[in-house]
Nanobody, 121 residues
Framework: QVQLVESGGGLVQAGGSLRVSCAAS????????MGWFRQAPGKEREFVAA????????YYADSVKGRFTISRDNARNTVYLQMNSLSPDDTAVYYC??????????????WGQGTQVTVSS
C-alpha cells in the first residue's frame, strides 16, 4: 500500500521560511517523479513544484520560482519543499504527489493527506 505522509507545516510570519517534507512508502521511490501542489481556501488545487526521479531536473510554478526549492533524498524516500520569503498568498494546504507526472494533477497516481501552511501578515 502506497503512503505519502507530509509533515512540517505550521504558522509562520510573512518573510519567514518553512520546510515541508513528504515521506513515501510502499513504492519504488527512486523511480517516480514527485510533485508539490497546494490548495488555498476557496481556490482550486494548483501546481507548485516537481522533481524528477533522480533529482536532476526540477520545475516550478512562476509564483514560487526563486523562493521555493524542491529536493529529494532517495535514500530516505523523502521529498522536501523549502519555502523562503513566504507571503500570506502562500497560505494553503500543501500536498505531495508521486507518479509519472510533472505539472498536472492528472499525471500523478498517489497523493498525501496534506499539511497546512499558514503565513501571517
Amino acid at each position: 500500500q502506497v503512503q505519502l505522509v507530509e509533515s512540517g507545516g505550521g504558522l509562520v510570519q510573512a518573510g519567514g521560511s518553512l520546510r515541508v517534507s513528504c515521506a513515501a512508502s510502499g513504492l519504488t521511490f527512486r523511480s517516480v517523479n514527485m510533485g508539490w501542489f497546494r490548495q488555498a481556501p476557496g481556490k482550486e488545487r494548483e501546481f507548485v513544484a516537481a522533481i524528477n526521479w533522480s533529482g536532476g531536473t526540477t520545475y516550478y510554478a512562476d509564483s514560487v520560482k526563486g523562493r521555493f526549492t524542491i529536493s529529494r533524498d532517495n535514500a530516505r524516500n523523502t521529498v522536501y519543499l523549502q519555502m523562503n520569503s513566504l507571503s500570506p498568498d502562500d497560505t494553503a494546504v500543501y500536498y505531495c504527489a508521486a507518479g509519472r507526472g510533472w505539472s498536472r494533477e492528472v499525471e500523478y497516481d498517489y497523493w498525501g493527506q496534506g499539511t497546512q501552511v499558514t503565513v501571517s501578515s
